[in-house]
């Protein structure tokens, strides 16, 4: 296993979870305006956010990972 690559999988898709949250708490914030009459806008983008949340998360776990098996092979060959 590469750990290199592994840690750049996990960054590359914490960048992504980011980037699709920001967009859909764009999305969220102008179907919020005032006079907005778009409440069913809510909708997809909410999911949508949720979802990004969980990429996140597992993104985040890959890097954690990562840095375990990398700090444990540090320590093995020391």
């Known amino acids: 296993m590469n750990t290199i690559s592994s840690f750049n999988s996990g960054r590359l898709g914490l960048q992504r979870a980011l980037a699709d949250a ?3 708490a764009a999305k969220i914030a102008a179907a919020a305006k005032p006079g907005s009459d778009q409440t069913e806008n ?3 983008p909410l999911v949508k956010l949720m979802t990004d949340k969980n990429q996140a998360e597992a993104a985040a776990k890959i890097i954690e990972t990562t840095d375990e098996l990398l700090g444990s092979l ?3 060959t020391a």
Request: a positive charge; aromatic letters at 12%.
């Open 74 to 76: 540090i320590d093995i």
């Open 22 to 24: 920001g967009r859909q």
């Open 42 to 44: 809510f909708t997809k």
